[in-house]
């Protein structure tokens, strides 16, 4: 694979939390990042912090909008040249159990993360294929993909849905050289626009513990006592991006400080 400091990245939902330190890390480490997200002036405002158009460039794209996430792999040809990296990492939370459910929250949870990851992965297997140089093409699906918990029916099982896209397109896209990877992070409070927007409210009552020791709770079910940043998941990107990855496809990485079985 080419060289991490020569890839051009596509990053979903990257104006924010996990997403932009994905994007910050890939840039710091050479490669060209297209910063694409629901809010423009949120995405042109991390492409600046991150660097010059040169290297980070922002863009509207509604993931769910099929054009819009054309202009988004469209984005990255034009303005360095050409695609090697897509994470979907774009997503919401609403966080409600299975009866307060209502079938437009179903809908806007598949929607934004389900069909949203398929339009990019498609839009981007395209341009990929085209190129004739592999790539990488990672979802930031999450430990609930995996494992049960109460209270995000649709989130979590739209998590699965993105783990079994995964697999899927490992095995579809393998012969083009595109891996397809995932992970699963958990309990990522600091910087996360999920949890500020009501999910960590929602989470800090369940469990019976002020919203602002949330991170510190999550950090204490942890096996490693850690808490989990976005950087920690960003560094996962890294991983699975660089060359001493290259023979791994079809993967979940989880970075969640270690689960205890239940
Ligand atoms: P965040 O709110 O900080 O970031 C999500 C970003 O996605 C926001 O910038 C938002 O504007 C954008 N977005 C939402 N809908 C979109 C759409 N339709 N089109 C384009 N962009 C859209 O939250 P985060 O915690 O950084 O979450 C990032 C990803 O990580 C999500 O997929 C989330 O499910 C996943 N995740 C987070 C955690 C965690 O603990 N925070 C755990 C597991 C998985």
């Not at 409070?189 to 369940?206: D, E, T």
Request: aromatic letters at 4%.
């Amino acid at each position: 694979p080419k060289p991490l400091a020569t890839r051009i990245a596509l990053v979903t939902g990257a104006a924010s939390g996990i997403g932009k330190a994905i994007a910050t890390r890939l840039a710091a480490e050479g490669a060209c990042v297209v910063i694409a997200d629901l809010d423009l002036e949120k995405a042109q405002a991390a492409a600046a912090e991150i660097g010059s158009t040169d290297v980070a460039v922002g863009v509207q794209a509604n993931v769910v909008d099929e054009g819009q996430v054309q202009a988004s792999v469209d984005a990255a040809l034009l303005a360095f040249g050409g695609l090697d990296i897509v994470v979907n990492n774009a997503g919401l939370s609403l966080s409600k159990s299975l009866l307060e459910t209502t079938v437009a929250d179903w809908d806007l949870q598949h929607n934004v993360m389900a069909k949203g990851s398929f339009l990019v992965s498609r839009a981007a297997a395209r341009a990929l294929i085209d190129q004739k140089l592999g790539g990488d093409i990672i979802y930031i699906s999450s430990k609930n993909s995996v494992f049960a918990g109460p209270n995000n029916i649709a989130y979590s099982a739209t998590k699965a849905d993105q783990a079994h896209q995964v697999r899927l397109l490992a095995a579809e896209l393998g012969e083009h050289g595109v891996k397809v990877n995932g992970i699963n992070p958990d309990g990522v409070v600091r910087g996360s626009g999920i949890f500020a927007g009501g999910w960590g409210a929602k989470r800090a009552a369940v469990y019976g513990v002020p919203e602002e020791e949330l991170g510190a709770y999550y950090a204490q079910r942890t096996l490693l006592k850690r808490e989990v940043l976005p950087e920690n998941v960003a560094n996962a990107v890294f991983v699975l991006c660089s060359s001493d990855l290259s023979h791994t496809t079809g993967l979940h990485i989880p970075v969640d400080a270690g689960v205890a079985a239940a």
